[in-house]
Structure formats: C-alpha cells, structure tokens
C-alpha cells in the first residue's frame, strides 16, 4: 500500500515574510500523520523554511547533476542536504521549456539527488499540442523510459505527472484520462523496473485545488499531488493535505 505524498511547489514565490505559512503547513501536515508532506520552496528559503517546517520535509525545485565544478548560477546535491532540503524536484515542465533541460539531463539530476540523499520527484507531461495530436502517453512514457534514474526505486523517487497545459491554468484532465496515464506509466514503470514499480508513487499536478483534490486523488494509481498556486498559503494548501489523508 503506498502512502500518499503531497508535496507543494513554491515555484519563483517565497521570503522570509511567509515563513508562518511554512509553519501553518507544517502543524497540517503533523496533524494528517496518515498522509506525507512537503515543501519545494526557492534556494534562498530552504534553510530558514527546514527551521520552520519541523518534521516535515523541505525541498528543492533543482539541482545540478554534478556534485560541485565551474557551473555559475548552479546549485549541487550535497549544498542542499546542508542547507536542510530532504527532496529536491527535477525536470518540471517550467525548467524543461525554459532550460531547455533534456530527458538525459533530468535523469542525471535525480541520480546526483539520490546519491546526496536526498529523495526526488521527478516531472512529466505531455504539451497540449501533442494531447491534441493523441501522442500524450507515448510522449509520457517515452519521458518516464529516457528519464528515469538507474536505480530507481520507492523508497527515494516519486514520479509527478503534469501535463503541461494543466499548469497553472485552471484546466485539469477528466479522472479517466488521469486514471489512463497513470496506468500507462506504472505499465511503462514495470517494464522497466519489474515488481519495484508497485513502490514508485506516481503524483498527479496541474491546478490541483481544494475543489478537485479529492476526486483527482481518488483515480487509480495516484499517490499523492504536486501542487503549486494552491501550495503558497496554509488556507489553500492544508484543504489538499486533508483531502489525501
Ligand atoms: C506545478 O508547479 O508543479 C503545478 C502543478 O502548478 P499548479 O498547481 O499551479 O498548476
């Protein structure tokens, strides 16, 4: 029985001044023992947010696949296990678009994430054109065989599908088509790693809200959430938490 994750993705969001809701966060998620929760917050929070957040895991939004070296701007595996972060998220849609980050790349950063000890969530989604095109899940399980760090296994990587036009847009898949990927991936998931595959949590995220939390949580083969706009305060976030528990 794998226990659900919710995990909140603070994206480019995030000071010193909303460290309460760090806190209100972290009181839910000790409150809801039945359900895992966490918190990605920016670089600069996560050693002030881990100080905060008491039990409850805080997290990255990347990392670089190597452990140190002449890469300016960048931020590595074990600087994160120092500054608190317990999980780090890699190849989420907005780095993959932006950074161009490629599926061998994203792989390269779960498995430096692993080797720091640090757990990983790693993303996958399809555009809206390729849904469009009906490609979504050979995109998805292309992504999930390219991407997925050697080793991986349930007791450090979660999954976390995301199609790309549910982002942040309101838009969310039907619970069929939610329940469709899902079992795609943990098919594609099984191919690859044999029986390991039933231990891998596999989130659903894409405008995730108190309304839909509960309905999106209950289709086959979710485990758990990636929630971003909804993460950013205890009073839209805590109603997901509860939701999952
Ligand atoms: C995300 O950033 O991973 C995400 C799912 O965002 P939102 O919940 O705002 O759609």
Known sequence: MRRKLVAGNWKMFGLKADLPEVSAIAAAAAANPGVDVALCVPFTLISAAAKAAGAMPVGAQDVHASPNGAHTGCVAAPMLVEAG??????????RRAAQHETDAEVKAKAEAAHGAGLQAILCIGETLEERDAGRAEAVVTAQVAASLPD???GSWLALAYEPVWAIGTGRTPTEADVAAMHGAIRAKLRALIGAEA?????LYGGSVNAGNAASLLACAD???ALVGGASLTAAKFVPIIEAAA
């Open 85 to 94: 972060a317990r999980l780090a998220i890699v190849g989420h849609s907005e």
């Open 151 to 153: 080793g991986a296994a």
């Open 198 to 202: 039933d231990a891998v949590r596999i």
């Open 222 to 224: 979710v485990d758990g």
